[in-house]
């Protein structure tokens, strides 16, 4: 067994120097200001609302902290501080190879940037990265462990490096079906996926906008759809744009594991809330996969 597609190897790293970035929240609106900041060896990804200063504003990334997934991914803590939309972060996060950082932001929700993950890599590129002493640790799957809801699938099945696997359906001609299977490490994650943004439909805004979601989306962070048609005038980055995002939050959804899944994923017609089912699923599934880490391995060869 090796590390296969995960290049920065057996120990753990973190930032070499803070990532500073801000924007509006897709779901909110509100114009949020981030620092990406180093952080200690194990202590994976933690949020810390700066915002907040009458409670515990720390968030520390697990798969029972998610608590919302309607439309992204929220955490939440004890004292129920809340920070929304976290997935593409957490996607450029792991497929970097960074295992440790602490996430300052001064407002509710991540920023949607253009809608993928590519300015996040290109800031996180901008950082640096910094090895640490210490092993980094993979979640590698021992057995197949699945979720469904109708017609909805997501699974975790043994495989010897990452890959994913996705495919989704809708009635418009500017999707209808679509599918991806790939290995996936950070070349793949660079060139396939990073830059494939959000997507959604005009005949959705007004009723999530009567929901308090989507206030700040527009077409400078989401494809738009109407009928059949991409109302984007610099149209789609790629034509399976959309499945390709769909691989995108799911990579980022299995990061609040807390460490790199060795095995495949399959998702049919997922979205957030399956993906968080099925990480709930394996957590409670302890014979399904077990936690290893390299470092032995290295220090026989030498």
Known sequence: MAADGFQHGAFQHTLRTPALFAG???????????????????????????????????????????????????????AGVTVSTIEHLMAA???????????????????????SAEPFVRLLDRAGRRPQAAARRFIEILQAVEVADGDKRAALKPCHRFEMAFSIRFPTKVIGRQAIDMAMDEHAFRREI???????FVHEVEALRALGLARGGSLENAVVIEGDRVLNPEGLRRPDEFVRHKALDAIGDLYVLG???IGRFEGELAGHGLNNQLVRALLARPDAWRVITFVEEIAEAV
Do not use: W
């Open 24 to 78: 509006v929240g897709v779901h909110t609106g509100a114009y949020t200001r981030v620092a990406v900041r180093p952080a200690a060896v194990d202590e994976g990804v933690v949020f810390v609302r700066t915002d907040v200063t009458d409670r515990d504003n720390r968030l520390p990334v697990s798969g029972e902290a998610v608590c919302k997934t309607q439309l992204g991914t929220v955490i939440c803590n004890a």
């Open 93 to 115: 996060l792991v497929m970097l190879g960074l295992d440790n950082a602490v996430v300052e932001l001064d407002g509710p929700e991540m920023p949607i940037m253009d809608g």
């Open 194 to 200: 990073a830059d494939c943004r959000t997507f959604g």
């Open 259 to 261: 460490a790199p899944v």
